[in-house]
């Protein structure tokens, strides 16, 4: 029998790259095959080998690129290619913008079914550098001495960085400086594989009001905390103890060595306080333009009930809070709920509840309950939202509910089962959240008119 793949690993063909996948990897055919090229981009003809052989695809990595497509641009980043944060970082701001859009539309289509949904173009940034508000940077041992940085795509092996362009400047000027506390007190530094060692990790956040937080992340106790607290000048320092032999960041411990225990983001009118543990949007400038294409598609009315699923530390809640009568956010995460209480408080907003518990417990428990929302926001993480958050949308009778997804491809996933109840994709308008990656953030208006019509 013929194999379906005639290909053969360390094989080198010449490639005419035709799209890009939602990994940001550029996409060329060879005899009905399908061939992955990392960092390759439409219009190019790259001269590749393989290194993957499966049934149906090959991955190959760029020999020489023998046409360059207009759209190639010089990263202005030392960790290019070797980190595993940036895809899209080689080509130009407006082309990766139009890219995304077709990522989210080719998801909805080859994923969701959605053959003709319209795409709005992508919402960009003018100055789509140095947005990001948060660095997690693993520290490994480099050359003898302690350094962070990021680990290479699929991989555990450190990439050293000095900088990187798309963190706010404090963030990688403060993961220097624990990097420096632990190279002149000898702080043992963790070892993934032996599981032996100290120093695991740092996670810094910014917030738009200038304020600073740094965790430290050890296994056992932290070491020389006097000479950390004498180097680190921040608004709030937290040790963070995790002994598991795990590639989760954080343990269950959080220490404040100083400072305070939140830092205050402002967005709008609105001040929220943010814990270590709570989830907070990466990019603020972005965050402004995403909420308020969330909250234009929800259309809230003075006298409805909102659902908020998935509501961190309440940002969306409180940003609708004023326009309707009363909201519900749902978070599993304790920490990111009593953020949200205290920041309903703190903002005079009385009319918002916040629940903890895993949304595909809460939701079907308040439908059964008796709650009928008027419309519903769910905001879920990468893996999207488990069945019974679908099925309880459907049940409570809702007829309007704004997706907002990090991720299309579950994202059309979910449309799909949303659209077995019902309802119809009314708006699709993809955020770039994450400029120089291959991530890309929509949000969606489905809706269901009465019974049966569409
Ligand atoms: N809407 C918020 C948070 C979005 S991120 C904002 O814009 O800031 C997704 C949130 O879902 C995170 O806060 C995460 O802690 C929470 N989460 C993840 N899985 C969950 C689940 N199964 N049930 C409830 N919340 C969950």
């Known amino acids: 029998?013929?194999?379906?793949?005639?290909?053969?690993?360390?094989?080198?063909?010449?490639?005419?790259?035709?799209?890009?996948?939602?990994?940001?990897?550029?996409?060329?055919?060879?005899e009905g095959v399908a061939f992955f090229v990392p960092f390759a981009l439409p219009g190019e003809t790259v001269k590749a080998h393989?290194?993957?052989v499966e049934k149906k695809y090959c991955i190959a990595k760029i020999i020489e690129i023998?046409?360059?497509?207009?759209?190639?641009?010089?990263p202005p980043c030392e960790a290019f290619e070797k980190c595993g944060g940036?895809?899209?970082m080689h080509m130009d701001y407006a082309e990766q913008l139009k890219t995304k859009t077709q990522i989210v539309r080719d998801c909805l289509d080859r994923l969701g079914g959605f053959t003709d949904v319209v795409v709005q173009d992508t919402i960009g940034m003018v100055d789509p550098w140095r947005y990001r508000n948060k660095g997690s940077f693993p520290i490994g041992f480099v050359d003898g001495v302690a350094a962070f940085g990021f680990y290479a795509e699929r991989s555990h092996r450190l990439i050293p960085l000095y900088d990187c362009p798309i963190e706010d400047v404090p963030i990688t000027a403060l993961a220097r400086t624990v990097t420096e506390w632990a190279n002149r007190n000898h702080v043992r530094i963790y070892d993934e594989e032996t599981g032996k060692g100290c120093l695991r990790s740092c996670v810094i956040r910014v917030t738009t009001t200038g304020e600073r937080m740094v965790v430290v992340v050890t296994k056992g106790e932290l070491p020389a905390r006097e000479s950390l607290l004498k180097m680190l000048d921040v608004e709030s320092l937290y040790h963070n103890r995790n002994d598991r032999n795990t590639n989760v960041i954080f343990g269950d411990r959080f220490t404040l060595l100083k400072g305070k225990p939140q830092l205050f983001e402002q967005q709008g009118e609105l001040r929220f306080a943010v814990s270590p543990q709570s989830f907070l949007q990466v990019n603020p400038t972005q965050t402004k333009k995403l909420y308020d294409t969330a909250i234009r598609l929800l259309d809230p009315k003075p006298d409805e009930t909102i659902a908020d699923v998935y509501c961190g530390i309440g940002?969306?809640?409180?940003?609708i809070a004023k326009h309707v009568g009363k909201v519900i956010g749902v978070e599993c995460v304790p920490e990111a709920i009593e953020d949200a209480k205290k920041n309903a408080a703190e903002n005079g907003i009385q009319n918002a509840d916040f629940i903890c518990g895993l949304a595909e417990d809460v939701l079907p428990n308040l439908v059964q309950n008796g709650m009928r929302p008027d419309a519903i926001v769910i905001d879920p993480p990468r893996k999207g939202c488990e069945e019974p958050v679908l099925s309880a949308i459907a049940e409570s009778g809702v007829k309007r509910v704004v997706y907002v997804s990090?991720?299309?491809?579950?994202?059309?996933?979910?449309?799909?089962?949303?659209?077995?109840?019902?309802?119809?994709?009314?708006?699709?308008?993809p955020v770039d959240m994450f400029p120089h990656t291959q991530h890309v953030e929509t949000v969606v208006l489905m809706t269901k008119t009465d019974d049966g019509e569409k």
């Open 86 to 88: 940036c895809a899209l």
């Open 66 to 74: 023998q046409k360059v497509s207009e759209h190639r641009v010089k």
């Open 50 to 52: 393989i290194i993957k």
């Open 1 to 30: 029998m013929k194999p379906i793949n005639p290909f053969q690993k360390n094989e080198e063909l010449v490639l005419e790259i035709t799209g890009v996948t939602s990994e940001g990897h550029g996409v060329g055919r060879s």
């Open 406 to 429: 990090c991720n299309p491809a579950t994202l059309a996933r979910d449309a799909k089962i949303l659209s077995t109840f019902g309802f119809t994709i009314r708006y699709v308008q």
């Open 315 to 319: 940002t969306i809640s409180l940003a």
